[in-house]
């Protein structure tokens, strides 16, 4: 019978997803690493031996030599989806693995252009057209995968086997109901619309969530005003957390870790195992707060909140069965 765990965003997207599902995949535990959502508006990091690579659209199981799949809730642009099959390619990385769900929606170079004018400066998109190629499949006007003749070596059978596991996408806050409408992505973040890959929810095993110990937002969202950017500790935590981003290069404002926020995201994401990452950057930066029931708290050291936000956690969210600090950018 399939298995099947997921890896989630907790936050606003760059949550160190890539982390998570790259050490989860070198173990050679999965037979699939899928997509269920976006489109290249994500951007995940993995490093391995030392060296950083990027992708914003194929699954990091490519990385690890196992089947990534593209799924029916993802869109996908042509010429994007070929250069980072080269660049894949010139790095000695196995193609062959990438397969891409039939259903999958193309974005278009008006769907682009479309965002570029209108959304990109009125909310801060990524450019991608990803919101106008989502509005497209919505309207069913839209172009599938399937009808595109260079894609059909790429196109996936459909059929999963064994393990999965489902790479989230951006993240809870993004989500285009759970989010701050209308500054959200265009597709579904939580770990419910995995599902859209083909398979029943009971098969879902662990739910990996990961966190932040600080909040960071790129792009437009009035809960992130601009007066984050002119706060001399919130930016030095940016620059030790090198707070830019790998999709459009633009610095995120950061703010506080929103524990309520958090909470919720954790209770309604069904998280079983949760890792919060990046607490090297706030003992870099020697400053110890959170965000809880609305007001700043403030502590004297990294253990004291650590400890402080696993109480909250465990008291406040049932199913989590594990909490990981991590302070390292590579492994947890
Ligand atoms: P879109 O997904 O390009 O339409 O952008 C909508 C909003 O989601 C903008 O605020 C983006 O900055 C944000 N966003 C989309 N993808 C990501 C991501 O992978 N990480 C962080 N923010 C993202
Ligand atoms: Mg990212």
Request: aromatic residues 12%; contains cysteine; glycine residues 8%.
């Amino acid at each position: 019978m399939l298995k099947v765990d997921i890896c989630c965003g907790l936050a606003w997207g760059d949550e160190a997803k890539g982390k998570i599902v790259a050490k989860l995949a070198k173990s050679g535990h999965y037979d699939f690493v899928c997509r269920w959502a976006g489109g290249n508006n994500a951007g995940h990091t993995v490093i391995i031996n030392d060296k950083k690579y990027f992708t914003h659209l194929i699954p990091s199981g490519i990385f690890y030599g196992i089947k990534s799949i593209i799924g029916p809730n993802c869109v996908l642009n042509l010429k994007w989806f070929k250069e980072e099959l080269n660049y894949l390619k010139q790095n000695g990385f196995d193609i062959n693995l990438i397969k891409i769900s039939p259903k999958s929606h193309i974005v278009l170079d008006k769907h682009i252009e479309e965002d570029k004018q209108k959304l990109y400066k009125s909310q801060g998109t990524t450019a991608r057209g990803i919101a106008p190629c989502y509005s497209d499949k919505y309207k069913r006007c839209g172009i599938r995968a399937e009808s595109i003749e260079e894609l059909k070596e790429f196109l996936w059978d459909e059929k999963l086997y064994g393990n999965v596991l489902c790479e989230g996408a951006q993240g809870f806050w993004l989500d285009t109901n759970y989010g701050n409408y209308p500054y959200v992505t265009s597709s579904h973040t939580l770990p419910y619309d995995a599902c859209s890959l083909g398979f029943p929810p009971q098969y879902i095993n662990k739910i990996y969530g990961a966190a932040k110990i600080y909040d960071t937002r790129s792009g437009i969202d009035p809960d992130f005003p601009e007066e984050l950017l002119k706060d001399p500790k919130l930016l030095s935590i940016a620059d030790k957390g090198q707070e830019y981003g790998v999709t459009t290069g633009r610095r995120r404002k950061v703010n506080w870790l929103n524990l309520d926020k958090l909470v919720k995201s954790i209770q309604i994401s069904g998280v079983t195992d949760l890792v919060i990452s990046k607490v090297d950057i706030l003992e870099k930066v020697g400053l110890y707060k959170f965000i809880y029931n609305n007001s700043i708290h403030n502590f004297i050291n990294l253990d004291i909140m650590k400890q402080s936000i696993t109480k909250i956690i465990n008291s406040n969210c049932s199913l989590v069965k594990n909490i990981i600090f991590s302070d390292n950018p590579k492994t947890f």
